[in-house]
């Protein structure tokens, strides 16, 4: 059971009272994934969603954050709008593990259904093959 009065709970609200900076915290997560224990603190920063997977020992794990459309980079969007197809893109969450994005996710509305649609850092489908960049040799 989830108690943050524990002792092994100081070690994550450390992270957390870190990662918030001048952020508000929306909520306090434990989360049992292939059995360890992580926790999830949901924020808000700046208007926008951020939320950071935490171990118990304190190690930030991953960072899930809003993006605003206008803010991703054209190869992100056309990826994004592309897996969509013909839905509209609602909102979008870059995936960060040690500093480093690892993915996008966004959420679909499409026919009154929601659903999620997901590129790697270039903007292409999960397990396509990496764009190249211009220039670079083949």
Do not use: C, M
Request: proline fraction near 8%.
């Amino acid at each position: 059971e989830f108690d943050a009065h524990t002792t092994s709970w100081r070690p994550v609200q450390a992270t957390a009272a870190k990662e918030t900076g001048q952020g508000k915290v929306t909520g306090y997560w434990q989360r049992d994934a292939d059995g360890a224990t992580l926790y999830e603190v949901d924020l808000v920063i700046d208007g926008h969603a951020r939320g950071v997977l935490i171990n118990p020992e304190g190690a930030v794990i991953a960072i899930q954050e809003e993006v605003p459309w206008n803010k991703l980079d054209p190869g992100i969007q056309s990826g994004l709008q592309s897996q969509a197809g013909d839905g509209k893109v609602a909102t979008v969450y870059s995936i960060s593990k040690d500093g480093k994005v690892t993915r996008y996710i966004a959420s679909v509305e499409k026919g009154g259904q929601k659903t999620k649609v997901e590129v790697g850092p270039d903007g292409a489908p999960p397990g396509a093959p990496p764009a190249e960049s211009p220039g670079e040799p083949k």
